[in-house]
């Protein structure tokens, strides 16, 4: 059992953290004090272009060692720790962020380019397999992840995220089941610009792991969680699908279902999705909500085993476990909604209504 | 020379027991027996059956047959002075070929102690923190597609599904060959597959016309012997499989003793009546993997690009064999392991030759999937599988379907006599001689087959769903399902699972 809860403002309008982090107390219940987290869109105003790296470490030796690593294959424009507000917690390993673009030479071989989103991922994946100790948790441009130990006032206290103003928020509290409870394994998880939060257990994480393995994608962080954020970044981002299509990847339809399809466009392209594929499905309850630089969006297994509830109201959408949440961010909705078992909630931001085939806002 | 009662080694291992006061007389188990161990004396109106101590193979047909459940068979005492080595196999083998100066053929799958790491890996359950599913109550798919499939939607290019081979659970039928189990039986597969949505191989024997129809659903071999093949073989099958070895004999060409190539064979196969059809070790034409990669565009465009299956023995390089096949463009690597069973194989290379399916299957999975290539072939696997848990053992450990064969011949009556080759089955499974082989009645073994398959389904589900699983594509390959038990550290390694307490 986990608590989510998220807001998004779709004319990007920053706020800091207080609403966000009601929504989460409130659902303290949903949480064992064993970790929390939070991710913040639109923070890191003046350096959106650069992606800002966010370290954990568990030693000053391993803060140098990453930061060499980082200074090798990038061009660091800026480094400094994060600031935290250790009388919360006294007991953490050393945060550390830089604000980096790729070092241009590295991204040509042989006269083949890179994107400098793979290479980013790349290195990031490199990083925390090689540099002992040391650990990249957030890379996205213009975003950060905060997260650890702790109940959710503690993480958010620790981090002062009332200093933070973003357009939109996740926020996460953990009652570890399956691995101990460990600061990088927290939520949210990211991969460049997706931030994923998560309630549930994945059945079929064992092989998710392989597949993303076999694509490039270590999975170190000891948890089920983290291989969704990877999905997202390799389904989206590298293959090019659209939101649709990758919520039915992970949440696909039944084959009883499929085969039933009168429109016959929609049925071969889901059975497509449905077969090439098959190892990125996940099984096991889960609700999950993700974050990236266009918007927010829920999803649920399709026999929606974790609970996720909508609601939207002016420019605001909301996402949370329980429906009482929603009003600690606003106390008059008038809409709240509640999705469908496998049924996706996007809301885009509205400077990107340009969405890809197949997308509705 | 002097005539003894018996020569060294020819003696049975088995005897029926007759009870005496339960034989009515009626004689039926001598009739019964194929192979003449039963003798009958006369008394008055009664037929008293004795067994001569010669041939029985404990097949069990007269004890099943007997209308007052008065026969049982025993194993026959054979005491000797005991030695490790000088045990009753290695004595009675020495005689057998001292007796008759050959190689000693059998059937079936090899039954030594090798490891079996079936029985020493365990699954998974759910417990509190995700729920199990009731199989009973909820939806739980085993549908499966095999064949070539694309790394991403979009290098999809126009492929539709039913391109690719549709399985409504994750069995085939392995190949068995016209020749050796008859018609009927293999009517009975093709008739079975069609039914629960699954695939029949034919075997190296061809396909006989009388199953022409059901062709739709077979995976017709091309095997060195080629026998049966023909310019219209190749484009009626829904897949071809070229077979290059096999788990119960790797290294060497098929065998179909002369004693059972009669008139439907020696048509289908298109040999003279009662020669030997023995393959050829290798094919002929494929002295290397790029002599393999012209044979599958070959078939590919015989047959209108048909999926080409490539059928491999598991063998001590087989990760780096199966990948050779999957780059020359084989749609699906066909893995046959050590205990793959046979219609005749001799019992030296049976017993001696090839790896465990279990760590040929895990070794094949791991390296198609790090050199990034996994998607581009299905990988079925055989040899050995007799219940549905090793079944899902095996998809766990990253098989796309598994292969049955002997299960499916028990099955049909069979109890494992191992005597295959012999062309007499009492069971009227592996014998084709017209009088014999009328034992089997295609309706009564499609309804057992079906029951064996149904009943393994329900089991296969069972076990997904209480791994909270729903779909079978999330229990391929999800090796965390599976936890070893009592093996090292290499065999783990090797296998790609944790021990148990992990």
Same mark, same amino acid.
């Given at each position: ?17 207080? *609403? ?22 639109? &923070? ?51 945060? $550390? ?5 790729? /070092? ?7 006269? +083949? ?15 925390? +397999? ?10 996205? +441009? ?25 357009? !939109? ?47 490039? %994608? ?9 291989? &969704? ?24 339809? %039944? ?41 927010? =969006? ?42 469908? /078992?496998?049924?996706?909630?996007? /809301? ?14 | ?121 365990? =699954? ?23 064949? *070539? ?5 979009? +290098? ?115 040999? @003279? ?46 990760? !780096? ?34 790896? @465990? ?8 999975? $791991?390296?198609? *999937? ?15 599988? !007799? ?16 292969? &049955? ?31 014999? !082989? ?36 999330? =229990? *391929? ?26």
């Amino acid at each position: 059992m986990c608590g989510v809860a998220g807001l998004i403002n779709l004319d990007k309008i920053r706020e800091n953290g207080s *609403r966000i982090k009601r929504a989460i107390v409130l659902q303290n219940e949903r949480g064992n004090g064993l970790g929390a987290g939070y991710g913040v869109y639109g &923070i890191y105003p003046g350096y959106e272009d650069l992606y800002a790296i966010h370290i954990m470490a568990s030693s000053e030796d391993a803060v140098n060692q990453a930061a060499l690593f980082i200074r090798r294959w990038f061009a660091v424009q800026k480094q400094e720790p994060i600031p935290v507000w250790d009388k919360v917690i006294i007991d953490h390993p050393y945060f $550390q962020r830089f604000f980096v673009k790729p /070092a241009h030479s590295s991204l040509l071989c042989y006269g +083949k380019q890179e994107s400098e989103d793979e290479y980013v991922l790349k290195k990031m994946m490199q990083m925390n +397999k090689e540099v002992h100790g040391a650990y990249a948790f957030s890379s996205g +441009k213009d975003m950060g992840v905060f997260k650890g130990v702790g109940t959710p006032t503690d993480i958010y206290d620790f981090f002062m995220l009332d200093n933070y103003q973003g357009h !939109s928020w996740l926020a996460h509290n953990r009652f570890p089941t399956n691995t101990p409870g460990w600061w990088g394994g927290a939520h949210p998880f990211n991969a460049l610009d997706w931030s994923i939060i998560h309630n549930g257990e994945i059945s079929s994480y064992g092989i998710n792991r392989r597949y993303l393995e076999s694509q490039g %994608y270590y999975c170190h962080l000891q948890t089920d969680s983290e291989v &969704i954020a990877y999905l997202f970044d390799l389904l989206i981002r590298r293959h090019g699908l659209s939101i649709r299509e990758a919520a039915s990847v992970l949440a696909p339809p %039944y084959w009883a279902t499929v085969e039933r399809m009168a429109d016959r466009e929609e049925k071969e392209s889901q059975q497509l999705l449905k077969i090439i594929y098959e190892q990125a499905m996940l099984n096991g309850p889960f609700a999950v909500l993700a974050a990236f630089s266009g918007g927010m =969006f829920s999803l649920t297994d399709n026999t929606k085993l974790r609970p996720m509830t909508v609601a939207i109201q002016d420019n605001y959408t909301y996402f949370a476990s329980e429906v009482s949440a929603l009003y600690e961010m606003q106390e008059d909705l008038r809409q709240v909604v509640t999705p469908r /078992a496998g049924e996706p909630v996007v /809301a885009l931001y509205r400077d990107n209504l340009e969405p890809r085939e197949g997308e509705v806002a | 020379m002097k005539i003894r009662p018996e020569q060294p080694g020819l003696r049975s291992l088995y005897r029926p027991v007759f009870d005496r006061a339960l034989c009515i007389g009626c004689g039926d188990c001598a009739s019964q027996c194929t192979f003449n161990e039963i003798r009958l004396d006369s008394r008055k109106d009664k037929k008293i059956p004795q067994a001569t101590g010669k041939t029985c193979g404990a097949c069990q047909r007269c004890a099943v047959f007997c209308p007052r459940g008065a026969i049982y068979i025993e194993k026959r005492p054979l005491t000797l002075h005991p030695h490790a080595i000088w045990n009753e196999a290695a004595v009675m083998h020495v005689h057998l070929q001292s007796a008759s100066g050959a190689v000693p053929l059998t059937g079936f799958g090899a039954g030594t102690t090798i490891p079996t790491y079936w029985e020493r890996i365990l =699954f998974n359950a759910c417990q509190v923190t995700n729920p199990a599913i009731d199989p009973q109550r909820e939806p739980m798919e085993t549908i499966t597609y095999l064949g *070539r499939k694309p790394a991403s939607l979009k +290098k999809a290019d126009g492929l539709k599904a039913d391109q690719l081979l549709r399985l409504s659970l994750p069995l085939v039928f392995a190949p068995m060959s016209y020749g050796s189990i008859n018609l009927r039986l293999q009517k009975a597969f093709a008739i079975t597959a069609r039914k629960k949505g699954i695939l029949w191989y034919s075997g190296e024997g061809g396909l006989h016309e009388e199953l022409n129809d059901y062709s739709d659903c077979a995976v017709l071999q091309i095997a060195s012997g080629r026998f049966g093949v023909d310019p219209d073989y190749l484009t009626k099958a829904r897949a071809y499989q070229i077979k290059i070895g096999q788990g119960a004999k790797p290294g060497i060409g098929g065998h179909l003793p002369g004693e059972k190539v009669l008139d439907g064979v020696s048509r289908t196969r298109m040999i @003279p009546i009662g020669s030997d059809a023995i393959s050829p070790a290798p094919q002929h034409d494929i002295y290397s993997i790029e002599d393999l990669r012209l044979l599958i565009n070959a078939v590919k465009e015989a047959s209108g690009y048909k999926p080409v299956c490539v059928k491999i023995a598991a063998v001590h390089n087989v990760a !780096s064999i199966a990948t050779g096949v999957v780059h020359a463009g084989a749609d699906m690597v066909y893995l046959d392991g050590y205990r793959a069973g046979t219609g005749a194989t001799p019992v030296i290379v049976r017993d001696n030759v090839g790896i @465990p399916t279990e760590l040929a299957l895990a070794a094949v999975d $791991q390296r198609l *999937r790090d050199e990034g290539i996994r998607h581009k072939a299905s990988l079925v696997v055989a040899g050995g599988f !007799s219940n549905s848990a090793d079944v899902m053992k095996a998809i766990a450990l990253g098989a796309d379907a598994v292969a &049955i064969g002997t299960a499916f011949l028990v099955s049909c009556g069979c109890y494992g006599c191992q005597r295959c080759q012999s062309g007499k089955c009492a069971w009227g499974l592996t014998t084709n001689d017209p009088v014999i !082989s009328k034992r089997l009645e295609v309706e009564w073994a499609v309804e057992r087959l079906s029951n064996l398959i149904e009943a393994w389904h329900h089991e296969m589900k069972e076990v997904m769903g209480l791994n909270g699983i729903y779909d079978i594509g999330s =229990f *391929r390959g999800n090796r965390l399902l599976l936890r070893g038990v009592g093996l090292s550290a290499k065999e783990l390694e090797i296998l790609g699972i944790k021990h148990a307490g992990e």
